[in-house]
């Protein structure tokens, strides 16, 4: 088994799966539609230019189901193996909920955006606009410039994801790197388990079923997060 040491240079990455618990619907399940929508109707800049409405709609949902869910004891794990690491310790996800902050994780890198943000195409600003009187909204003006139409702080499809430079030296200087809940079919997220590994970092899954990048674990721990990460960090910090 890989062991871990409270001076372990430690990376996690994140997706859909470690939140499936908490009743966030993850995105390939469903017959390749997220919540009923096909992803290119919601989640690219074509969409967004081809009908603001439609998407600002559905991203209007997706922040307003923040306030219906809770993390779970997945998130609750990953947060406690912050604590015992601290500086050593990265936590890169490609979730757009605010469940691992709640749950207690201090720095996190949301790499495809934040669902509480949205963001000014006229000046850049960037904004946390959380809660019930700002997900009724039809539409919400800049308040820096006054651009009528905020857009979601989310990467869509064709976009570069945030924090790529911080992402790659944790990624490139970890000993351990720990894919949780992501079917490994988006990329660069896909690909961080390559440049970790080639940099000889143990790798290690969990996950309902094996993902694409499955050949790179060491170590392959098959079923649901909240159920096997309580487990996985008692055993590594005790
Ligand atoms: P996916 O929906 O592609 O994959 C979720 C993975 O989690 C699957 O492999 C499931 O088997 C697994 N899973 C489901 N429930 C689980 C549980 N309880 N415990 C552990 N694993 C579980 O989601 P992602 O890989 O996160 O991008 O998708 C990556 C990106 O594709 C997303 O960030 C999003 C999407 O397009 C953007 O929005 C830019």
């Known amino acids: 088994m890989v062991s871990i040491n409270s001076s372990s240079r430690v990376v996690i990455l994140t997706g859909a799966g470690v939140s499936a618990e908490s009743g966030v619907r993850t995105f390939r399940d469903n017959d390749g ?33 923040l306030l219906s869910v809770d993390p779970n004891p997945g998130h609750l794990a990953i947060a406690k193996l912050e604590q015992y690491l601290g500086e ?70 064709g976009e570069i994801p945030f924090e790529m430079a911080k992402i790659q030296e944790a990624v490139s200087t970890c000993e351990v790197f720990i894919s949780i809940g992501t079917s490994g079919h988006v990329y660069p997220a896909a690909g961080l388990i390559e440049i970790a590994k080639s940099n000889a970092a143990r790798c290690i899954g969990v996950n309902l079923e094996p993902p694409l990048n499955a050949r790179y674990f060491d170590e392959f721990f098959q079923g649901k997060a909240g159920e096997i990460l309580p487990q996985l960090v008692q055993k590594w910090i005790s």
């Open 33 to 65: 539609l997220w919540e009923d929508h096909r992803v290119e109707d919601v989640a690219t800049p074509h969409a967004w230019v081809n009908d603001q409405r439609l998407v600002w709609r559905f991203y209007q949902e997706r922040r307003r189901q």
């Open 88 to 157: 050593s310790f990265t936590l890169i996800t490609q979730n757009v909920d605010d469940l691992h902050e709640r749950g207690g994780s201090k720095n996190v890198i949301h790499m495809h955006g934040e669902l509480a943000k949205l963001r000014c195409e006229m000046c850049n600003h960037v904004g946390v606009y959380q809660g019930q009187n700002h997900y009724d909204r039809e539409f919400i003006p800049c308040s820096d410039c006054g651009h009528e139409t905020l857009r979601p702080h989310i990467v869509w499809f």
